[in-house]
Nanobody, 126 residues
Framework: VQVEESGGGSVQPGGSLRPACKAS???????????IGWFRQAPGQGREDISC???????TYYAESVKGRFPISGNAKDTVWLQMNDLTPEDTGNYSC??????????????????WGKGTPVPVSG
C-alpha cells in the first residue's frame, strides 16, 4: 500500500486548508478494513497524533487540540480528508498520514498504522 498526502501549503491565521490522504495499491480495492490516521510534527517538537477514521468499525478519534476544528472524512474508497479550520500559528507543522490494516481509532491509533506517507508542510503565519 502506498500513501500520499496532498493539499498542504501556506495559510494565514484564521484560514482553512483541506489536505488529502490517498491510499493506493494492487490489492487495495477500498478502505473497508482500514483506518487512516493524521499526524503532525511542529518544528523542534515531537509527533502529535491528531485524528483518525476507521472503516473497520466506523470509529473516529480527535486530539483535544483539534477537536471541533479539524473534522475528518473520506470516500471509503481511497481518500481521506482533514478539514482544517480556524488555523493558528500553533497548527504549523508537517502533516502526515498513515494507513492501518484492521485498526480501530483510539488515543493509541499510532501503534496500529502500517503504511506511511512522507508528509506535507503547513506553515500558518500572517
Amino acid at each position: 500500500v502506498q500513501v500520499e498526502e496532498s493539499g498542504g501549503g501556506s495559510v494565514q491565521p484564521g484560514g482553512s486548508l483541506r489536505p488529502a490522504c490517498k491510499a493506493s495499491g494492487r490489492n487495495l480495492d477500498s478502505l473497508r478494513h482500514y483506518a487512516i490516521g493524521w499526524f503532525r510534527q511542529a518544528p523542534g517538537q515531537g509527533r502529535e497524533d491528531i485524528s483518525c477514521i476507521s472503516y473497520s468499525d466506523d470509529s473516529t478519534y480527535y486530539a483535544e487540540s483539534v477537536k471541533g476544528r479539524f473534522p475528518i472524512s473520506g470516500n471509503a474508497k481511497d481518500t481521506v480528508w482533514l478539514q482544517m479550520n480556524d488555523l493558528t500559528p500553533e497548527d504549523t507543522g508537517n502533516y502526515s498520514c498513515a494507513v492501518g490494516d484492521g485498526t480501530y481509532c483510539s488515543s493509541s491509533f499510532y501503534y496500529g498504522m502500517d503504511y506511511w506517507g512522507k508528509g506535507t508542510p503547513v506553515p500558518v503565519s500572517g
